[in-house]
């Protein structure tokens, strides 16, 4: 069974930091890429970045790049979302996702409907 589980929300300042974990089990790792979503009230999810697994391809969001940066452990089968600089803006829900290949199309990694599989999501909320 596939499961992905988030971790590491919480409740920061204005600047502040937090670092995100997607923790994947039931599949092979290597076989997959890995999306960070997040989704704010009453507006839609949206893709964060997201990378291939074997093939250390990443995509970052115009809206987050130069403060996001993703990457993973192969030995923890886990990915990381790294968020410095957090603002109000930044408040959401995170999610990750898995999608099996280890190509991720460019012209697809933003399309909810793309990835097969998701966690229940953790909390960020950045205070002004």
């Known amino acids: 069974e596939v499961q992905l589980v988030e971790s590491g929300g919480g409740l920061v300042q204005a600047g502040g930091s937090l670092r995100l974990s997607c923790a994947a089990s039931?599949?092979?790792?290597?076989?997959?890429?890995i999306g960070w979503f997040r989704q704010a009230p009453g507006k839609e999810r949206e893709a964060v970045s997201c990378?291939?697994?074997?093939?250390?391809?990443?995509y970052i969001a115009d809206s987050v790049k130069g403060r996001f940066t993703i990457s993973s452990d192969n030995a923890k089968n886990t990915v990381y979302l790294q968020m410095i600089n957090l603002q109000p803006e930044d408040t959401a829900i995170y999610y990750c996702?898995?999608?099996?290949?280890?190509?991720?199309?460019?012209?697809?990694?933003?399309?909810?409907?793309?990835?097969?599989?998701w966690g229940q999501g953790t909390q960020v909320t950045v205070s002004s």
């Open positions: 996702a898995a999608d099996l290949g280890t190509f991720v199309p460019l012209r697809s990694w933003k399309k909810v409907n793309y990835w097969d599989y």
């Open positions: 039931g599949f092979t790792f290597t076989d997959y890429a």
């Open positions: 990378i291939s697994i074997s093939g250390g391809t990443t």
